[in-house]
């Protein structure tokens, strides 16, 4: 069964297992007949065989996503598309194929069809994080923000566990620090909520049974409440950690997400106990670092930064870059207890250890 909801951002929201197939009368309806396909060079076969149901409406696929958007193949990619008067994007995949996508339809103004296969949710956001020289930056502009997003439960399927549970963490992520935002809302917060009762609650089912459709689109719904609170309102530290650790030490997207967010959160607990609870009801705990810390180890997540090729000696330069330009935060940051902060996400410690 096939649902449909609508944004508040001049965005389409649907759902539905083969949903996908439906993309040529998205691309009608956009006005649009020569749509470049983009995935990462591990999800070509999917964009291909996506592009194949376009038929003559597909201007080709180019599977050079990468992590954190570089600006290099951004710009390579738009001369791709210029070459082959291209006249929308269709991004098929996670974040890094949502980002180029973002990045292209920023430099050219096209509109953006989302296929998301994984759960990190920026499909949903008008936000856009770009690497260049080994900086990531991040900027909000509505042409960034995608105009259709199709669900389809049937392409996370496939998932593999470790990012069925990295990916829904990262969107875990987004909702945690809407909880505290400086710019919180009513509607935020209901939204934040809705997203993580979600995750907590489908995220061990499709463990239990990748091939649980109820279940994987439970998790879409996540997806997009999350991604959605995100460019509702401003991020703080997990955030700035995280842009910090993936944009100048190459760390993976989705693991640098799910290590830091208990630490993160049980960093910021210190200063709003009482806007996290829910948190830690929601997940049966007394406290929400240590409760997500718990839900993630139950799910095998990954635990230590160490793993992904960041070394100790990195770790006060990451203490540096993360103080310069911090985002606003509900507790002061301070250079000590973030270093010990790092060290034991580093180390794969228990927050607060």
């Not at 070394?311 to 973030?338: F, G, K, V």
């Amino acid at each position: 069964m096939m649902s449909e909801t609508a944004s508040d951002q001049n965005q389409s929201v649907r759902y539905g297992a083969g949903i996908r197939f439906s993309l040529e009368s998205e691309l009608s309806a956009l006005g649009c007949s020569r749509a470049l396909v983009l995935s990462t060079p591990q999800q070509s076969d999917v964009a291909l065989n996506i592009a194949g149901s376009l038929g003559d409406k597909a201007a080709g696929v180019c599977s050079r996503a990468k992590m954190h958007t570089p600006v290099e193949v951004t710009e390579d990619v738009m001369a791709h598309a210029k070459a082959a008067q291209t006249d929308c994007y269709v991004a098929v995949g996670g974040g890094s194929t949502i980002g180029l996508g973002k990045a292209l339809a920023l430099r050219s103004g096209l509109p953006q069809i989302v296929i998301p296969t994984t759960y990190a949710g920026s499909e949903a956001t008008p936000i856009l994080g770009q690497t260049e020289d080994g900086i990531k930056t991040t900027l909000s502009d509505a042409r960034v923000l995608p105009r259709v997003i199709l669900y389809d439960p049937e392409l996370v399927v496939s998932l593999p566990r470790d990012l069925t549970v990295t990916s829904g963490l990262n969107a875990m992520a987004h909702a945690i620090e809407a909880l505290y935002a400086r710019d919180r809302t009513d509607e935020s917060t209901k939204m934040a909520l809705t997203g993580l009762a979600c995750f907590v609650t489908a995220l061990p089912n499709v463990i239990r049974d990748p091939s649980d459709l109820a279940a994987r689109e439970h998790t879409l719904v996540g997806a997009w409440n999350c991604g959605a609170v995100l460019g509702r309102v401003g991020m703080a530290l997990h955030h700035k950690l995280c842009h910090t650790l993936g944009g100048s030490f190459n760390l993976p997207h989705a693991q640098t997400h799910a290590i830091v967010l208990p630490h993160a959160t049980g960093y910021n607990e210190a200063a709003v106990p009482n806007l996290l609870a829910p948190v830690a009801d929601m997940l049966q705990g007394t406290s929400a670092g240590t409760a997500l810390w718990d839900f993630a180890k139950s799910l095998d997540a990954p635990t230590a930064l160490k793993d992904f090729g960041l070394t100790e000696n990195d770790l006060d330069r990451a203490a540096d870059l993360a103080t310069q330009n911090p985002y606003w935060n509900p507790r002061e940051i301070a250079r000590p207890d973030l270093r010990q902060l790092l060290q034991n996400a580093w180390a794969g410690h228990a927050p607060g250890t």
